[in-house]
């Protein structure tokens, strides 16, 4: 496809339970970045991939979240033992270079509501 | 660390009128700045974006934005909006990191 793709769109999950988020980037971007977005509020900074290297997850909120992208290009964000504060939104975006001139593309999201 | 503040948090216009949106950013060194855009129900699009040379940059669908260096900001503005303009709007910067910093986004509501 042409952009970003993020699925599943929407996912409900209970209390405890484990979830695994997808983020397909454009191909051949090289920069990945993981984002969660509370209700009113812009995008907060999770995560950064430069191809398969995990370079920046200072943004994760707590030993429950892990992100990963082996090949350097699907990335998959893990959230363990979910609570009801990680229901937000989860925005994943690529850029084709690892430079500051270069802007991101952002997938719709994925939508975690934790019941 | 750096942070992005955007003022007003809501804005409701009517047709036609002018629109201006505050960003301000803590850093003093060089950045990079970025306005982008989300339509209800879509995922978030460039506007427009800054990385050197003129101040003044203009956007897609009629916006643009001005750098102040000497006042941290990077103002959107359009002079007549429409209804269709209704959506989120999120100021970004780039600094060393390479990773955009968001500020909590203004949203407009134009009625018709």
């Known amino acids: 496809g042409a952009g970003v793709s993020q699925s599943p769109r929407y996912k409900v999950a209970k209390r405890g339970q484990d979830v695994a988020l997808r983020c397909d980037p454009i191909s051949g971007h090289v920069s990945l970045f993981w984002y969660q977005q509370a209700l009113g509020q812009g995008p907060e900074f999770l995560t950064y991939?430069?191809?398969?290297?995990?370079?920046?997850k200072s943004g994760l909120p707590s030993d429950r979240f892990f992100a990963e992208r082996p090949e350097g290009s699907v990335s998959t964000l893990k959230i363990q033992r979910t609570q009801q504060e990680d229901s937000a939104v989860y925005l994943c975006?690529?850029?084709?270079?690892?430079?500051?001139?270069?802007?991101?593309?952002f997938g719709q999201g994925t939508r975690l509501t934790v019941v | 660390a750096q942070s992005v503040s955007q003022h007003n948090h809501h804005v409701i216009l009517s047709e036609a009128a002018s629109l201006e949106l505050g960003c301000n950013y803590s850093y003093g060194g060089t950045v990079n700045l970025f306005w982008y855009v989300q339509y209800p129900g879509q995922h978030l699009q460039l506007l427009l974006k800054?990385?050197?040379?003129?101040?003044l940059v203009k956007g897609i669908k009629g916006f643009e934005a001005e750098f102040i260096k000497s006042k941290f900001s990077f103002n959107l503005r359009k002079p007549s909006v429409q209804w269709s303009d209704t959506a989120e709007y999120f100021c970004?910067?780039?600094?060393?990191?390479?990773?955009?910093?968001f500020g909590r986004g203004t949203s407009l509501i134009v009625h018709p």
């Open positions: 991939f430069q191809n398969e290297a995990q370079l920046d």
């Open positions: 975006a690529s850029s084709p270079r690892d430079s500051l001139n270069t802007e991101a593309f």
């Open positions: 970004a910067v780039i600094l060393g990191s390479y990773i955009p910093t």
């Open positions: 800054y990385f050197s040379g003129d101040p």
